[in-house]
């Protein structure tokens, strides 16, 4: 149960992954679908708006080119209607001051005679206010009006009002050609900038007019006209003055408009004059249809995509929910709940998983159930065959400890007569008679110290080992009684012992016996061992615990020997090749140790030695004054 | 199991809730922005050009401002009043207005004086430019002012040539003018040169009203030998020009002397001029909208440069023959209104 929740933490369920699935396929789908669709309209929507734009930019360009071309009609059409040069000077001033009525535009009127001398002027605003339009003329005018019967200057600002003018001139010729002189007239261009504004494109378009250098003629924000902006750094502006002026552009830009906004714009030369009108439209209005488009299927996409994803919950349950409950069943059937069965309902194949599983769960319910039996079955063998073992084993004990009673008896009393005889107590013995006894007494002692090993492990083995722990024992004293003993038994070889004891080790509390026969046991063996070399004695204290060490320079002991050296009844080759021996001393001194409650463990690198390491408490507090050792 | 299955649900609730708050903020985003509603004040300072509040009205339309809707205005007449001039943009600056509208030009300077300090815009129409402490220049007007000029200097001129053209053996000219009125000086500048080529005396007559007026013409008459004292009227461009009952103590006395009078072309009470050179007055008002659309949308306006008014040439040719006065053809060709 824990595992299947862990699980579920880390991997994502059934449901959520048909769900997601489900719902990412068709998004996706409705993502390219509208996607293909709002292209195909921004193409489409791109080419009408270049066709309107084109449209109106020429409509807007026809307006100004008309505002140009009536007032050289009306010039031309006086001229041709009055001979003005050979007229009175009332009839001149009458016919300028008509023309000068009949439209706003014209600010001064002057008829100028073959020779470029002013023969009349009239103004619409004082005579000393204006300036000799004649000066303005100059020689490429003058030749211009002459061979191609019009004129137009380049656009200059009226220094009071900063409105923009041009001098637009037409030449009187007689009828066959001879020249007599030049109507001039001062045109204001702001006349113009209404049919600017008037022009309308869509709903926030707008017009303007520039000459070949850029600088606004005309625009609805008059404020810009009149401080002469120049506008070249627009696009189309720029596309104008870099290219001639037959030059038709036939499609729109996007660019940054003249009022900083993002617009579609085209423009269109008008020749003569040398100006071209500009239209722009701002982008978002141009693409108003493709955006509300683009909106309206984003909020499809939107709509249907939370559509698709309810209903990839809804199919993605129907699906998984039946696997759901089919996985809680065989949670619980893993719990425990073994007659539990899978409900069987759901699409065909869910409800052929859930008959397989639960003819599965009724086989797996069969076969534990089988197995219980068996395995109590052998259980309760393996009990009864545990307890004969065990009594066996106390029998054997019993035995060995109660045989090891016996025969010590007889062996004391085979020692002590023998003891008696060597020394003489029953009559004179020669030398070799005293040699046999010694040896004989030597076997008997060696043959007593196997019984009493035999005897400690079978006290042992049966629990019935006694410990009877003293205060105040002096290991110092101890230790250098094992030292003078072992350096006899070391005379005859070229081993030194030595010793690191501390001389502040303080008073034990222990068996002392047991103890001195732990430590006798591990300096014994290393005697054993030890052809030549060290052999180190160590003692020291360690907080609450006293640590014993001995260490030689013997044959070591390989790794898989120091796992069995503390089995009883286990010797190495190397131990029965040195000394025989029952192999029981490390067995019993560990036992010894243990019910000290100390630890012994052994250190060894094999060709350099061993280190065979005791620690045991000073203490005996939590171990009772008799206690018995565990086997 | 179940509080998985139980914490699941609550995700798929927290997901629709998001999906469909998005939905309904891109629904209902263009739905929550108020339109702004501009308040504008405007300061019609003479009676005689009421008609340029509403040609600026019309205008404002024209560009979108739909009175009502997203645009109010205050209008607040008087006739040439200085002291009513400040109290009244005193109010407007109490109400914090968007913008001030004031005509003609001792209203404006009034109103760019008494705004001097707050953040509130001027927009002047009708108003001279010409030695009044207005604005820096025409393209950089400075200060928070900008607006449509009165080319008084020049009408000011082109009255005394069609005067001139009218009455050619005219050698006093009475210029009868409201004193104190402060563009009057740079009109009879302009004209002083042109009178001084032709010979011609200009007779400077500061007046309050039309008793003035009358007692100033009674004056001219007995004082000179042959009871009229002078050749012509000449009107400047100033309220008394405006005023009918001047008019018709002028017109009176132009009439009974059979001398012309003219320069502003005006009726009263049967009495009138012959000729008017002038600014039209609605067209002035819909000039203004444009500088007042770009001030409303947040441009500068004294970075906006002042506008002209265009002139036009008006005759009443029939009170021109009643005052035995011959007007040429080249004269009437040249005005863009002929009353007969």
Known sequence: MQTLTQESHKTRSLTATLAWALFALSVVMLLVSGGLQMFSNFQTQREAISNRQQIIAQDASRRVSAF????????????????????????????????????????????????????TRVSRLSEVGSGRLGDRLDSDALTQIRQEGRYISPVYIEPITSEPMVIMAVPETTILGEFQGTLVAEVNLKFMWELIADIKIGEQGLAYVVDRQGNLIAFSDVGRVLKGENVSYLHTVEEFINNPSTYTKTDVSTYQGIQRNRVVGTYIPLETPDWAVVTELPWNEAYREVIQEAILSTIIILVMSILAGLLGVFVARRLAVPLVDLTQTAAQIAGGDRNLQAVVEGPSEVV?????????????????????????????????????????????????????????????AILT???????????????????????????????????????????????????????????????????????????????????????????????????????????????????????????????????????????????????????????TEDGIRHAGGTGLGLPISKSLVEAHGGRIWVDSTPGQGSKFYVLLPLSQDQVDRTTESQS | MFDRDNSRTRNHKKWIILIVAIVMSILLSGCVEEP???????????????????????????????????????VQSTDFDMDTYQSIVQGFIDDDVDLILAFPTEAAVVAKETTEGTDIPVVFSFAFIEEIDLIDSVLEPGGNITGVRYPGPDVAIKRLEIMLELAPDAE???????????SIESQLNAMRPIAEEAGITLLDAP???????????????????????????LLLADPISVTPDAIVAMGKFAEEHEIPLGGAL??????????????????????????????????????????????????????????????????LNQANEVIR
Not at chain 1, 362 to 388: F, H, P, S, Y
Request: overall charge negative.
């Open chain 2, 172 to 182: 006093r000219i009475w210029v009868p003018f409201q004193r104190g009125y402060p």
């Open chain 1, 352 to 412: 052929r998983l859930a008959t397989a599983f639960n003819s599965m769960t009724a086989q797996m319910r069969d076969l534990i159930g089988n197995l219980e039996q068996r395995v109590a079955e052998r259980t309760a063998e393996l009990e009864l065959k545990a307890a004969d073992l065990a009594r066996a084993n106390q029998y054997k004990s019993e035995f060995l400890a109660s045989m090891s009673h016996e025969l010590r008896t007889p062996l004391n």
């Open chain 2, 36 to 74: 702004k509603v501009y308040r504008v004040g405007v300061l019609a300072g003479l009676n005689y050009l009421a008609d340029i509040t509403e040609g600026f009205k019309d205008e404002m339309t024209r560009l979108g401002y739909v009175e009502g809707e997203n645009i109010t205005y205050d």
């Open chain 1, 417 to 571: 007569f023998n003891e008696l005889l060597a020394i003489g107590t029953f009559g004179p013995v020669n030398d070799e008679q005293v040699d046999y006894l010694q040896k004989s007494l030597q076997s008997g002692r060696h043959l007593l110290s196997l019984i009493n090993d035999v005897l400690d492990v079978a006290k042992i083995q049966s629990g019935r080992m006694k410990l009877f722990i003293e205060d105040g024992f002096d290991i110092k004293q101890e230790l250098k009684d094992i030292v003078a003993s072992t350096e006899v038994q070391l005379r005859d070889k070229p081993v030194t012992l030595v010793t690191e004891i501390d001389p502040e080790f303080p008073p034990m509390t222990c068996d002392k016996r047991r103890v001195r026969q732990v430590l006798l046991n591990l300096v014994s063996n290393a005697v054993k061992f030890t052809e030549r070399g060290t052999i180190t004695l160590v003692a020291r204290k360690r907080g609450d615990e006293v640590l014993f060490a001995v260490i030689d320079t013997g044959p070591g002991i390989t790794q898989e020997d120091r796992i069995i050296i503390f089995e009883p009844f286990v010797q």
């Open chain 2, 266 to 331: 005006i009726e009263a009470d049967g009495y009138g001029t012959i000729f008017g050179v002038n600014v039209d007055i609605i067209d002035a008002g819909k000039k203004t909208a444009p500088l007042a659309d770009k001030v409303l949308q947040g441009t500068p306006a004294g970075t906006i440069p002042v506008v002209s008014g265009e002139t036009f040439l008006q005759i009443n040719y029939t009170r021109a023959q009643d005052v035995g006065i011959e007007v040429s053809d080249s004269l």
């Open chain 2, 207 to 233: 007046v309050d009203d039309a008793a003035e007026i009358e007692a100033e013409l009674e004056e001219l008459a007995e004082s000179s030998d042959d009871g009229v004292g002078i050749d012509a009227i």
């Open chain 1, 68 to 119: 140009i071309q009536e007032q050289f009609s009306i010039l031309e059409t006086a001229i041709r209607l009055t001979d003005l040069t050979a007229a009175s000077s009332v009839e001149r001033e009458e016919t300028l001051g008509s023309l000068l009525g009949l439209h706003l535009a014209f600010r001064q009127l002057v008829l100028l005679d073959a020779q470029q001398e002013e023969l």
